[in-house]
């Protein structure tokens, strides 16, 4: 089965500095990988996806992430912090071992200080 | 394009009624929708999946007969809670699927937050 574990619950940086959401997968099967964002009591918006490309993707709003195989990992970057950046980030993750079906990393709450 | 809708944002009921959600994918057919709860603070958890023309098929914990889930054309899926209580008020968001599933051509609704007195 197939589960993501975001490193960090909460992450607090200034505007205009960078931001690094942390995220580890575990996964038996080639995984499809994506973040989402939501903002407060709205629906999701998928930043970028990971489907066995290329392993640096680039996504909307300046947010990139790199998926490293020996590291399971596929932390999310984005290298100035904006003030609508401030949302909740999910990590998730769907292989073939449940039907692709998504599981969804705990959640990063981003708050960006003025 | 690929636009889900939900349908209440906000409902607050009384307790023993029966509250309806909608989900609606407007620009595009949905052979696949996805219900998910989502309580404060906390991430998505999948309550069922909805195929159009059959029986939902539900993730183990989630009562059937509790949260019943119709998906009767390719653009519309509808969660009836029945039979509300207070412990089911939370963030209801469905989600459809575009293409084949290991895509991740999954768009979201808005959500529709229930509250149960």
């Known amino acids: 089965a197939q589960s993501v574990t975001q490193l960090d619950s909460h992450v607090s940086v200034s505007e205009g500095t960078p931001v690094l959401l942390r995220c580890n997968y575990s996964?038996?099967?080639?995984?499809?990988l994506f973040w989402y964002v939501q903002h407060p009591n709205k629906g999701l918006q998928l930043l970028l996806k990971?489907?066995?490309?290329?392993?640096l993707v680039k996504g909307i709003n300046g947010f990139e992430a790199e998926f490293k195989k020996s590291e399971t990992s596929f932390h999310l970057t984005k290298p100035s912090a904006h003030m609508s950046d401030a949302a909740e980030y999910f990590c998730v993750v769907s292989d073939l071992s449940n039907d692709y079906k998504l599981s969804f990393g705990a959640g990063t709450t981003v708050t960006v200080r003025a | 394009g690929a636009v889900v809708s939900q349908h209440p944002s906000w409902v607050i009921c009384k307790s023993g009624t029966s509250v309806k959600i909608e989900c609606r994918s407007l620009d595009f057919q949905a052979t696949t929708m996805f219900w998910y709860r989502q309580f404060p603070k906390q991430s998505l958890m999948l309550m069922a999946t909805s195929n159009e023309g059959s029986k939902a098929t539900y993730e183990q914990g989630v009562e059937k007969d509790k949260f019943l889930i119709n998906h009767a054309s390719l653009t519309l899926s509808t969660l009836t809670v029945t039979s509300a209580h207070p412990e089911d008020s939370s963030f209801y968001i469905c989600?459809?699927?575009?293409?084949?599933?290991?895509?991740?051509?999954?768009?979201f609704g808005e959500g529709s937050r229930l509250t149960v007195l």
């Open positions: 996964s038996s099967y080639s995984p499809s």
């Open positions: 990971y489907t066995s490309a290329a392993t």
């Open positions: 989600s459809a699927s575009r293409g084949p599933a290991n895509t991740g051509e999954l768009f």
